[in-house]
């Protein structure tokens, strides 16, 4: 059963650089066919796709984000990271990663999410 | 970006109640469009892809079908676990899109 968690700080001041990491278990990332996904979700909103990177380091970012987006992975570790730069409070939101099925583009496998709130 | 719109936004049912929810794209998606149950505090939950694929161990009450704009979830016998929210996800051209979500509350 593959299993995500992501982990990073939960606070982070406007302007600065929101760092989060997901670790994967359960399965390999550079087993293949899969995207590994960050979507984030504001508080009582809808959820809103980040982007994804592939195991050989081939990223998708959201043009509404791109500018401020990187997806970085770490096979080594199993793991795949997100920063995103110069946030502001519009920025706060429950961030989740998930595992995307390559075939059908469908995140199956989700984190439960973590909360980052920007603020001075 | 495709816009989903979902009808109704807030929907209040019973258990056995049989419930159908509506998710429109703003321009046809063929059928790549998929499901969510996402409850209070939890990740959302993948119930189907490809419109009317049933996620693996997903109960066989939850169903979806359409193509094109307009797209449906049916569950056939609401349970007391399914009383949550539901998001539709378009899949067809980037970025992915979700709907707004469809709030389904205990009558």
């Known amino acids: 059963q593959v299993q995500l968690q992501e982990s990073g700080p939960g606070l982070v001041k406007p302007s600065q650089t929101l760092s989060l990491t997901c670790t994967v278990s359960g399965g390999s990332i550079s087993s293949g066919g899969y995207y590994w996904s960050w979507i984030r979700q504001h508080p009582g909103k809808g959820l809103e796709w980040i982007g994804y990177i592939y195991y050989s380091g081939s990223t998708y970012y959201n043009p509404s984000l791109k500018s401020r987006v990187t997806i970085s992975v770490d096979t080594s570790k199993n793991q795949f990271s997100l920063k995103l730069s110069s946030v502001t409070a519009a920025d706060t939101a429950v961030y989740y990663c998930a595992r995307v099925k390559y075939s059908s583009s469908v995140p199956d496998y989700w984190g439960q999410g973590t909360l980052v709130t920007v603020s001075s | 970006d495709i816009q989903l719109t979902q009808s109704p936004s807030f929907l209040s049912a019973s258990v056995g109640d049989r419930v159908t929810i509506t998710c429109r794209a703003s321009q046809g998606i063929s059928s790549y469009l998929a499901w969510y149950q996402q409850k209070p505090g939890k990740a959302p939950k993948l119930l189907i892809y490809a419109a009317s694929t049933l996620q693996s161990g997903v109960p066989s009450r939850f169903s979806g079908s359409g193509s094109g704009t307009e797209f449906t979830l049916t569950i056939s016998s609401l349970q007391p676990e399914d009383f949550a929210t539901y998001y539709c996800?378009?899949?067809?051209?980037?970025?992915?899109?979700f709907g707004p979500g469809t709030k389904v509350d205990i009558k």
């Open positions: 996800q378009q899949l067809n051209s980037y970025p992915f899109t």
